[in-house]
């Protein structure tokens, strides 16, 4: 059983892959959620005139954990403010605090509609800090070249430190608003929903509440089964119906077979509609992989704009395509259906690009710095997925 780093779902963890015996596994990088926010996203709700908040600087603590000379270093942290609802100190009305997660935080704000949503009834305060070393909160002179650089300048990228920012800037922001009555309740998706959990373990001081969503807590080894993410989107697909599921999990064996052959990996370019300039088995399947993951983590049933463009229940599209009886037992017919369904919503793609890998941020950006470590195993009968 070999272990490769690949990471998922939350950049700064690295996920440990490793894959039951009869699977080969050496893949190529995977992709992050995050990776995907476009800045184009970023300045629409901007562009559109609806401002959801201001963003405000304050001069953070680089290390807030000992008293070496280098530890009374500042940097610039971002966090948005939207004090519309707020019925402010006098009534000891609540704050609500996004717990940012690895990204610039105008996303998660962006894609956080819930705390909008409840602000109007608690009156509530809402405030969204970012992660330092994401956005624009960027330590050392906010120059990701240094901030990047190696071990000691990413040694402050932890978990403990961004939770010690929050306690710090919320404190600040209380003192300075005169709210110090004013309860403090976090909020997380995800990584995020996971800083929320600890804040208020670690913090309870300062928040009396904690709310974390689609937050993997107990996701570690010896806690939660290696198996049970792959076979969670697994079921999802399953689920829609048991040739989905069969379809699926024998596609890999076909890429394989057929990009094998002379001509080949061109018969899979055609199948797929890849792009001329590249094309390789092993990145076929870790773009498929991409697709089935990625639709499933955000299998909503409304049409949603989180990570690519989706139509709603995104996964019961998928299964559509590759069930069509139209295909019959093409199963390149099939995937590409579904493919579309993830990469193609909008209409507007004329090939798909397999060269077009977003920077990871394990392998290249953090350069294997590791802060929090998640096994993933694949069992017999899930999907088999290649990231
Ligand atoms: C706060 O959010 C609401 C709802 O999106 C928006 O109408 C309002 O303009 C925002 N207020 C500020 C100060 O950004
Ligand atoms: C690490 O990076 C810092 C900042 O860029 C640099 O000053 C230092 O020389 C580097 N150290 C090593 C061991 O490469
Ligand atoms: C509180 O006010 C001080 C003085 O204006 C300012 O420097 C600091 O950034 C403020 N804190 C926060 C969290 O905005
Ligand atoms: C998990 O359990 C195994 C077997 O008891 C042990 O060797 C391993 O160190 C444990 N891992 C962690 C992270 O505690
Ligand atoms: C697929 O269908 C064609 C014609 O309908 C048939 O000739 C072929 O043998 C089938 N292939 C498989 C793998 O079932
Ligand atoms: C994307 O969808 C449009 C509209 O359905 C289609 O014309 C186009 O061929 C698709 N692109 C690819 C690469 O399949």
Known sequence: MRIIAV?????????????????????????????????????????????????????????????????????????????????????????????????????FAQNTGFMFDVAPYFKALLVFIEHRFYGKSIPFGGDKDIAYSN?????????????????????????????????????????????ATWFRLKYPHIVIGALASSAPILNFENITSPYSFNNIITQDFRSESENCYKVIKGSWEQIEDTGSRSGGLELLRKSFRICKNYIDADALESWLTTAFVYTAMTDYPTPSNFLNPLPAYPVKQMCKSIDDPTTG??????????????????????????????????????????????????SQTSIPLRY
């Open 151 to 195: 071990a000691s300048t990413l040694g402050y990228l932890t978990s403990t430190q961004a939770l010690a920012d929050y306690a710090t800037l919320i404190i600040d922001l209380k003192k300075n608003l005169t709210a110090d009555d004013s309860p403090v309740v976090v909020f997380g998706g995800s990584y995020g929903g996971m800083l």
């Open 329 to 378: 037992n093409d199963s390149f017919a099939k995937l590409y259906g579904a493919a579309n369904v993830y990469y193609n919503h909008t209409g507007t793609t004329t090939c798909f690009n397999l060269a077009y890998s977003p920077p990871n941020w394990i392998t290249t950006e953090f350069g294997g710095h590791v802060s929090i470590i998640i096994y993933i195993s694949q």
């Open 7 to 107: 990471g998922i779902l939350f950049l700064c963890f690295s996920i440990f892959s490793s894959l039951s015996s009869t699977v080969s596994n050496d893949k190529v990088p995977p992709r992050f959620p995050s990776s995907v926010i476009r800045p184009e996203q970023l300045s629409l709700a901007t562009k559109r005139g609806t401002k959801l908040y201001k963003a405000r600087y304050f001069t953070q603590i680089l290390d807030h954990f000992n008293f070496n000379p280098k530890s009374y270093q500042t940097f610039q942290h971002r966090y948005l403010i939207n004090d519309t609802y707020w019925s402010g100190p006098e009534k000891n009305s609540p704050i609500f605090v996004y717990t940012g997660n690895e990204g610039d935080i105008e996303w």
